[in-house]
């Protein structure tokens, strides 16, 4: 079965990096697509960042753009999320999601998904 698992959350001070994986397994990557959400205590889960096609085109929340950079592994069977300049306000459970790229809407201003698949979430907090 599909198995998301990340890592490389932790507790940084304002202005450091932490850079996320999310290893996949249990599916062929072709024609798969994944991405990055994010839920701090009493928000709704917000979309970080996506790979939402094939061909690879990318979201970033405003939040984020410029600070943060989405990218694949070769094998594109691991999804990373490379965080700098780091705010308090990025704290929060960070997700990986993955799914036939059919179940992702997003453009370069919104992303929204129906992925089946989640990981268990990395812990980012940022003071």
């Known amino acids: 079965h599909v198995q998301l698992v990340e890592s490389g959350g932790g507790s940084v001070q304002a202005g450091g990096s932490l850079r996320l994986s999310c290893a996949a397994s249990g599916y062929t990557s072709s024609g798969y697509c994944m991405g990055w959400f994010r839920q701090a205590p009493g928000k709704e889960r917000e979309a970080v960042a996506a790979i939402y096609t094939a061909g690879g085109s990318t979201y970033y929340a405003d939040s984020v753009k410029g600070r943060f950079t989405i990218s694949q592994g070769n094998a594109k069977n691991t999804l990373y999320l490379q965080m700098n300049s780091l705010k308090p306000q990025d704290s929060a459970m960070y997700y990986c999601?993955?799914?036939?790229?059919?179940?992702?809407?997003?453009?370069?201003?919104?992303?929204?998904?129906?992925?089946?698949?989640w990981g268990q979430g990395t812990q980012v907090t940022v003071s």
């Open positions: 999601a993955a799914d036939h790229c059919g179940q992702w809407d997003c453009s370069s201003d919104y992303c929204y998904t129906d992925a089946d698949y």
